[in-house]
């Protein structure tokens, strides 16, 4: 299904980060080896906090990180990554900063559809790989509860990635979820979780919907007016078939040939009407997301979807349910199972 493609397509090619890299803490100076969570900031958006530790980040830390980092769990940052890290206590000072500010606004101009740019999704990702790279510095370092600090932030930083309209976001914040599982794993089999460690990552745990983690639901809805409401208001008028066709082409989404011969031969009023049908997918989705089948109901939807139910507009850019039915449930889980994990872990005599 092409809608699937198209978002995470402008998140790598339009949203890519054009922020130049600034300096990291000054060559020859010492750096501070420990840095904790602040606990105040008079800023009261997030992501200018975000925005200003990426701007400082040196390209020395950026480059070793993205040729050094692995997700095999079993990964450790080298002894140079470990000292680079070392030497930027301001980034890292300012991403947990960031993560402890509840609001979080993007900025995005979803009145551009799918020419809107999320810069910052990528942005994320590194973050977060640069606190779970912090994460094992620290444990290799001894200092369990400073590196469940990192774990706490990872937490809060799914929470801000979701906090645009768009369904990209909240599969990011998804993958970050399970990132800081992963921490919390490592923390515990190494046998490194102190109270407070277990404390400070339950506290930002308990930040999260433990329904919806990523806000996978209100995402998938959002895009009724954000994306097919886009689409709408873009595409009237007697050329809007041919133009919406042209547009989907240049973004690299082209119809089945089937599907493109259908639409070149709508009417400006064929494509209105096709897409209220196409709108209608996002009722039926309100419908079934907290019934108990669910999920069958889903994969149901999705061919609805295919066989042209909701009509060649909803082919084209409606997403798949059941995928992100599935990864909402598992991320649910994934919360519940980290909670189990540190429960069994404060009762448990051998842990520090």
């Known amino acids: 299904m092409i809608r699937r493609i198209l978002f995470p397509i402008l998140v790598i090619l339009g949203g890519a980060s054009t922020l130049q890299a600034g300096s990291g803490q000054p060559s020859g100076t010492t750096p501070e080896p420990i840095v904790h969570t602040p606990t105040e900031t008079s800023v009261k958006n997030a992501a200018l906090l975000y925005y200003r530790s990426w701007l400082i980040m040196g390209d020395d830390l950026r480059e070793t990180l993205y040729e050094e980092y692995r997700s095999d769990p079993a990964w450790r940052p080298s002894p140079k990554l470990s000292q680079i890290i070392a030497e930027h206590p301001d980034v890292i000072r300012g991403l947990l900063k960031a993560t402890t500010v ?154 089945t040939p089937e599907d493109r011969e259908t639409l070149i031969a709508m009417s400006e009023q064929d494509l209105a009407a096709d897409f209220e049908r196409a709108a209608g997918f996002f009722d039926a989705v309100s419908r079934i997301w907290n019934e108990p089948d669910a999920l069958d109901r889903a994969a149901q939807l999705d061919e609805l979807v295919e066989r042209g139910h909701y009509g060649i507009s909803g082919k084209i850019l409606l997403p798949g349910v059941t995928k992100v039915y599935r990864q909402a449930v598992e991320s649910a889980e994934e919360v519940r199972r980290i909670r189990r994990l540190l429960d069994t872990a404060r009762e448990n005599p051998s842990s520090p």
């Open 102 to 255: 509840e609001h979080c606004d993007w900025g995005v101009e979803t009145e551009d559809g799918v020419y809107a740019l999320l810069p910052h999704l990528r942005e994320l990702r590194m973050s977060a790989r640069l606190l779970r790279a912090d994460t094992r510095r620290l444990l290799d370092m001894g200092r369990p509860d400073a590196a469940a600090e990192r774990v706490a932030a990872l937490y809060r930083l799914s929470g801000h990635a979701t906090s645009d309209p768009v369904l990209i976001s909240s599969l990011v914040s998804v993958a970050i979820l399970h990132l800081a599982g992963g921490e919390v794993e490592e923390i515990v089999a190494t046998g490194s979780l102190t109270t407070n460690a277990r404390d400070t990552i339950l506290e930002a745990i308990d930040t999260l919907d433990p329904d919806d983690p990523g806000h996978i639901r209100d995402r998938i809805l959002d895009e009724r007016s954000v994306f097919l409401g886009w689409f709408q208001r873009t595409f009237q008028g007697a050329d809007a078939p041919r133009r919406m066709l042209a547009m989907l082409e240049e973004i690299g989404s082209p119809p």
